[in-house]
T-cell receptor, first 116, second 109 residues
Framework: EPEVTQTPSHQVTQMGQEVILRCVPI?????FYWYRQILGQKVEFLVS????????KSEIFDDQFSVERPDGSNFTLKIRSTKLEDSAMYFC??????????????FGEGSRLTVL | KNEVEQSPQNLTAQEGEFITINCSYS?????LHWLQQHPGGGIVSLFM???GKKKHGRLIATINIQEKHSSLHITASHPRDSAVYIC???????????FGTGTRLQVFP
């Protein structure tokens, strides 16, 4: 069964360092998302991406964050200068579409980011 | 006030019991998702629905759009059903999902 894959599964970094989280969505999917979950809290939307551009972003997704689909298969989330409060599990998700029969979301296993 | 509220927050059950998890939301939605989060953190989609009822194996999801309420039922619960169950809604004209805080279910043998 096709799946969304994320790397790394866990990354530890120093505050101020740049981090890139990578995702390979399901191949025929067109909509891509990043969500995050701070430990003990609910999942929060960061950004959605369609047709090679950001379609929606949350207030969390400030200038420190960027997304890219560099080669038609990978979908990356970059945090330019990490802060302690960026420590969280980051989930990539993809869907074929957004309508009822195409909008089911498939999530990756998550990338745990720890900022020291 | 949270836009998506779930109850209960925690639920314990004996194997074989019938489980119900409730979700209420305050926004107009185009779809509601039920998700399962494993102890390791991974998230799996269980259902996406906008009306009526869906069934998959021992899982049943219902939604009442007028009352802005959905329920997830698990029949003949099993210890492997132990997980966090999350309700999330997609409101109109938006890509994002708004998540509830989840219901932690533990099923004991």
């Amino acid at each position: 069964e096709p799946e969304v894959t994320q790397t790394p599964s866990h990354q530890v970094t120093q505050m101020g360092q740049e981090v890139i989280l990578r995702c390979v969505p399901i191949s025929n999917h067109l909509y891509f998302y990043w969500y995050r979950q701070i430990l003990g809290q609910k999942v929060e939307f960061l950004v959605s991406f369609y047709n090679n551009e950001i379609s929606e972003k949350s207030e969390i997704f400030d200038d420190q964050f960027s997304v890219e689909r560099p080669d038609g298969s990978n979908f990356t989330l970059k945090i330019r200068s990490t802060k302690l409060e960026d420590s969280a599990m980051y989930f990539c998700a993809s869907s074929e579409g957004v309508l009822m029969y195409t909008g089911e979301l498939f999530f990756g296993e998550g990338s745990r980011l720890t900022v020291l | 006030k949270n836009e998506v509220e779930q109850s209960p927050q925690n639920l314990t059950a004996q194997e074989g019991e019938f489980i119900t998890i409730n979700c209420s939301y305050s926004v107009g939605i185009s779809a509601l998702h039920w998700l399962q989060q494993h102890p390791g953190g991974g998230i799996v989609s269980l259902f996406m629905l906008s009306s009526g009822k869906k069934k998959h194996g021992r899982l049943i999801a219902t939604i009442n759009i007028q009352e802005k309420h959905s329920s997830l039922h698990i029949t003949a619960s099993h210890p492997r059903d132990s997980a966090v169950y999350i309700c999330a809604v997609r409101s109109y004209n938006t890509d994002k999902l708004i998540f509830g805080t989840g219901t932690r279910l533990q099923v004991f043998p």
